[in-house]
């Protein structure tokens, strides 16, 4: 039953872990996924059921688009709650540059088939078994651009370095030669040199190295910055590689609404883009800003803080997921019972419920 919560988490998406939160693709949609009688459906914003539960697992909203399951097979509506493209899938991704991969049954088992791009008809417009063979990955659009792991002519492990790029119209335009491939994100894109991901860089679109694999670990460029680690310390570059913030954080997260969430001395805080602490590590876990508030814990207190750190939300229940906001509106998860899954609940910025957690 333990493995039955992860999916359920991982099917929701895009919750705040109490730790670091990371860049999420995600909609203001109108429409909130809830649960009810183990079944999802959907609600408006003010808290009215608009899409009765009738689904086995439904997403969020991106790009006009939400993912739904119906019997193991996935399908999306549209942001009136209707069926735009049928549940036939026995994977499928969310909508991201306008393309969804999904994969097509083939019969053979319960997760075998070919992953294609569908477009927000449901049309498939690129088939990609002549590029990655029977892979069973391939990445998201972002930036006209998604990685591939392909196991067409590969050499014999541990020496293959399986991952490339396609564009949007199935080519393959960055050969697969890195050990890992992130996504695009303001026009650079973090790979792993090696199969083992010991040494990461950033590449252009062209698949060029603009900043060597010299980073332990490494994160996506937003704002114009990038945390990287180098041995047991995180710091940040910027986009010609040089170090603007010397690495010195236990944890660092992208940084969002100018500030970035950093670990020091066991405990979170916040920098601005000079490096200066701007609210100080004082929080057991924390969050990345949104809409000019972040959820974090601090002794018995669990809230939302403002950008002076103080706690302009603060919450009268335990929970064991928080959202950042979106629209005035962030989603929480309650456990139910131990190894079962998530109660799903909502909050406006009083910290009231719009929707009290329900499974």
Known sequence: MQFIAVIFILLLGNLVSPSLAHTRR???GNLLPIIKGLKFGYISRSGRI???PQFDSARVFSEGLARVEINGRYGFIDSSGRTAIKPIFNMANDFSDGLSAVKIPDGSCALCGEWVYINKAGQVVIHTRPIAGASNYVGDFSEGLASFYSKVGQPDFPRNL???YIDKHGKVVIPA??????EFHEGLAAVAKDFMRTAWGYINQQGEYTIGPRFSEVGDFQDGLAHVRIGGKWGYIDKAGQMIIEPQFEQASPFSEEYALVKLKNKFGYIDKSGTVVISPQF???SDFSEGLAVAKLGAKTGYIN????FAIQLHF???????????IAQVLVRYKVNYPFKIGYIDTKGSFIWKPTI
Request: charged fraction near 40%; glycine fraction near 16%.
């Open 50 to 52: 608009v899409v009765k």
């Open 177 to 182: 030669k890195f050990g890992y491939a992130e």
């Open 162 to 164: 399986p991952y490339g």
């Open 307 to 310: 950008k002076e750190g103080k």
């Open 318 to 328: 335990e929970a064991d997921e928080y959202d950042s906001f979106s629209g005035g």
């Open 26 to 28: 995600k909609d203001v």
């Open 284 to 286: 057991e876990w924390a």
